[in-house]
């Protein structure tokens, strides 16, 4: 069965690949993942505050500015809270692209214009086939509205665009106030690929310690219809590859992000918790899958059930929102509270 596709320019023998995660930063790993059917590598990010830190510390040893500078640090996690910095990041690219085959694709996390974007070159220079520009921003600021926060993410794009010759795509978030609109303008700005959704730091509270902790939570199934929900709106209008990435933990739901148009599927808690091998095991159960409904190719699949070729548009509209809220019923047809 062909299970190949095409994401940023890149043939790909399957859709399947490891998502941004610490898993590239053994090599050993790396080359399981490889052997496991990897069609390509998507490294972690390298983050804007990393960049930051190693700037300020290039100045800090050519000019002084007394407490100044020890204060401006404070603002930043110390170098051991990143396992690669700057220079080890370029420097782990390199391995991986001489230790693989396949495609290695960098990414850079960051949320403001500056000079880290610079950084994009040297990715390209190191080996990258393509650049993930990772865009965290969770606006916090009252005098920031939300044209402001797009603008600023699109002339990111602009400014990584004049500088690599290579794919770029753009890791997204669902939380803007005109989603489709923006993916638009992302598109019309030189995006090659959307990659939906990024997953935000979700804070708790330890309410004896009196403190916020910090705990990392992989992506469950459930988080995967929010991401269908906009592949299927925006993969029918867009000409742009689409990668889903959160919530697919079985070959069922990488069927699904794929009819509803990803062209990649990227996966990092599942791989996290059954290994690098499972990739194999998606590919072959998706194989079988395609072969039992009698599919010609995975191209066949990918995208009829988007908002273009749905035979059923509205139930991704707001006739559908009315008609799930009205659905439930007990099962004796009524409501009972004790």
């Given amino acids: 069965m062909d299970l190949s596709t095409r994401y940023l320019g890149l043939d790909l023998a399957s859709p399947y690949m490891p998502g941004a995660s610490p898993l590239v930063d053994d090599l050993d790993t790396v080359r399981h993942l490889e052997d496991a059917g990897a069609p390509a590598i998507v490294m972690h990010s390298l983050f804007e505050e990393q960049i930051q830190k190693e700037e300020l510390g290039t100045f800090a040893n050519t000019e002084s500015h007394g407490q100044s500078f020890a204060e401006a640090m404070s603002y930043f996690p110390s170098a051991d809270a990143y396992a690669l910095g700057p220079y080890e990041y370029v420097e782990q690219l390199r391995r991986i692209k001489a230790a693989v085959g396949v495609p290695v694709i960098a990414s850079l996390n960051g949320s403001s214009i500056g000079g880290w974007l610079d950084y994009a070159k040297l990715l390209q220079e190191a080996g990258a086939d393509a650049l993930e520009l990772n865009v965290y921003a969770l606006e916090t600021d009252f005098e920031i509205d939300g044209r402001t926060v797009e603008e600023r993410t699109v002339e990111m794009l602009r400014l990584v665009k004049e500088k690599v010759s290579v794919p770029v795509a753009v890791k997204l978030s ?38 916020v902790e910090r705990a990392l939570r992989l992506s469950d199934r459930t988080e995967l219809p929010l991401r269908l929900r906009w592949l299927a709106v925006l993969s029918g209008s867009l000409e742009c590859g689409f990668a889903a990435s959160g919530g697919v933990h079985t070959y069922l739901d990488g069927i699904k992000a794929l009819m509803a148009g990803a062209h990649a599927v990227q996966l990092v808690s599942a791989l996290l918790q059954r290994g690098p091998g499972y990739l194999a095991t998606l590919r072959a159960e998706t194989a079988r899958f395609l072969e039992e409904h009698e599919y010609e190719s995975l191209g066949q699949l990918r995208g009829s059930m988007n908002l273009a070729s749905c035979p059923d548009p509205a139930a991704y509209e707001r006739a559908n929102y009315m008609l799930i809220l009205q659905s439930w019923r007990s099962s004796a047809g009524m409501f009972r509270f004790q």
């Fill in 174 to 211: 669902p939380f803007y106030s005109s989603l489709a609109h923006f993916a638009s303008r992302l598109a019309g700005a030189g995006a090659d690929g959307l990659v939906l959704f990024n997953r935000f730091y979700q804070p708790d509270i330890d309410v004896e310690k009196l403190q």
